[in-house]
C-alpha cells in the first residue's frame, strides 16, 4: 500500500496544527464526517499490514477459565514485552524496536513529545481485561521511548470504566499515569457518518475526542465473541462501544453504526473537509491481547488460552484479519462472513488488496 512522504503529511499537519491552536473547537466537532474510502490513515506504517505471534512462553502456566488478577500471575512480562516489540519491529519491517515505535507513534504538529495527550482504550466490560504486562508495555514505550508525560497519558473505557482503577488495577504502569475510569462518559453529540443513519446522523462520544484534546489513540482489544450481528466477536472496532455511546449499537442499524464510528474523526482523526483525507492520525495503534479468548463472550470467564497477540494500524482491516484468519482458521471460531466482509468492503477493500496473498503475517 501507498505511504505518504512523511515531509508532506507533516506539512499538512503542522498547518491543520496552526488551525487547530486559533480555533480548537472549531475543525474537529464541527467537521462532517466524512472520511473519504481508501484515504491513507497512517501514513508510515502500511494500513493494510496485520502482524501476530503465538508464543506459549508468555504465560506460566495453562489456566484456561482464571480470573483476572489469577492471569496477570501467569503472565510471563519479560516474554510479552519482547514480543510486542517483535510485532512493531515487523509491523514497520525493520529490526530496531526504538525505530518501529518512533515510526508508528506520529508527534502531534506543533507539540512536543512532553506536551502530547495519549488516550488508551481497553475494553473492561465483564470478567475479561487487558493483561496488566500489555497495558504497562504500551504505556512504558509512550513515556520511556517517545516521552510522553505520564500524567498525559490515560486509559479508559467510557462506557464500563466504572471503578476500573479499583477493580482493575493495572501493574507496572508509569508512576503518574492515569487510569481514568469511564472518564466522564460519552456525553458529546457529535456527526457520525453514513451508512449509519440513524438518531439524525449524530450520537453521543467522549468529549476528550470530540474538543480535540487528545492527541493519540491507542486501541487495546480483547478477542471475545458476541452477537452475529457484529461478526460473532469484539474485537478493535467494537471496543469503541466505550468511546461512542454503544446504545445505537444494540437497535436497529447496528452493524451500520459499527462501522460508521469506526470512519469519524474523533477516531480516524481531522481529516479535510472537502476531500475525507486525514490531516494528523489520531488512532495509530490497534492491538489485540488475546493471551486468553473467548469463543463466545461477550461475558464469561475465557473459554481459550491462546497466547496470541496481534497488531496493525486500520481497525477494520485488524478485525477482519484476526477474525478470519485467527478466530477462523486457527481456533475454528467461524465468523459471520457476510457482517465481517463489509469491514473491509465499507472502507474501500477486498481481501484482494491485502498483503501477504491475504494472509495474517506470523512471526
Not at 334 to 358: C, I, K, Q, S
Amino acid at each position: 500500500m501507498r505511504r505518504v512522504s512523511r515531509r508532506r503529511f507533516m506539512k499538512e499537519a503542522i498547518a491543520t496544527g496552526a488551525a487547530l491552536a486559533v480555533f480548537p473547537t472549531l475543525l474537529v466537532p464541527k467537521a462532517p464526517a466524512a472520511w473519504a474510502r481508501k484515504t491513507i490513515v497512517h501514513p508510515e506504517v502500511d494500513n493494510l499490514r496485520v502482524v501476530g505471534l503465538t508464543d506459549a512462553k508468555m504465560t506460566k502456566a495453562l489456566e484456561t477459565g482464571s480470573s483476572w488478577a489469577r492471569q496477570n500471575e501467569l503472565v510471563a512480562e519479560e516474554v510479552v514485552w519482547e514480543n510486542i516489540d517483535r510485532l512493531a519491529c515487523a509491523l514497520v519491517q525493520t529490526r530496531n524496536s526504538t525505530e518501529a515505535w518512533r515510526t508508528i507513534f506520529i508527534k502531534p504538529p506543533r507539540k512536543s513529545w512532553g506536551e502530547t495527550v495519549v488516550a488508551i482504550k481497553t475494553n473492561n466490560i465483564a470478567q475479561q481485561h487487558t493483561r496488566s504486562a500489555v497495558m504497562a508495555k504500551i504505556v512504558h514505550t509512550l513515556t520511556d521511548t517517545l516521552g510522553v508525560r505520564p500524567s498525559n497519558v490515560h486509559i479508559y473505557d467510557a462506557c464500563h470504566g466504572y471503578q476500573m482503577g479499583k477493580y482493575t488495577p493495572f501493574g507496572r504502569l508509569t508512576e503518574g499515569c492515569r487510569i481514568e475510569d469511564a472518564w466522564g462518559g460519552s456525553t458529546e453529540l457529535t456527526a457520525v457518518p453514513a451508512p449509519w443513519r440513524g438518531s439524525g446522523g449524530k450520537s453521543r462520544c467522549m468529549s476528550h475526542l470530540v474538543d480535540g484534546s487528545v492527541d493519540i489513540l491507542v486501541n487495546i482489544a480483547l478477542c471475545k465473541g458476541h452477537s452475529t450481528r457484529f461478526g460473532g466477536f469484539t474485537l478493535t472496532m467494537k471496543n469503541h462501544f466505550g468511546t461512542f455511546s454503544p446504545r445505537p449499537g444494540h437497535e436497529d442499524g447496528s452493524e451500520e453504526y459499527l462501522i460508521a464510528i469506526n470512519k469519524t474523526p474523533e477516531i480516524l482523526g481531522a481529516m479535510h473537509k472537502r476531500t475525507g483525507k486525514i490531516l494528523y492520525p489520531r488512532q495509530q495503534l490497534c492491538l489485540i491481547d488475546a493471551l486468553w479468548a473467548s469463543k463466545g463472550g461477550p461475558g464469561g470467564n475465557p473459554s481459550h488460552q491462546p497466547n496470541f497477540l496481534a497488531m496493525g494500524v486500520l481497525a477494520p482491516v485488524v478485525d477482519y484479519q484476526i477474525a478470519t484468519k485467527f478466530r477462523g482458521k486457527k481456533m475454528g471460531w467461524e465468523p459471520n462472513m457476510e457482517v465481517t466482509r463489509r469491514m473491509l468492503t465499507e472502507f474501500g477493500y477486498a481481501e484482494a488488496d491485502l498483503p501477504n496473498g491475504g494472509s495474517l503475517i506470523e512471526i
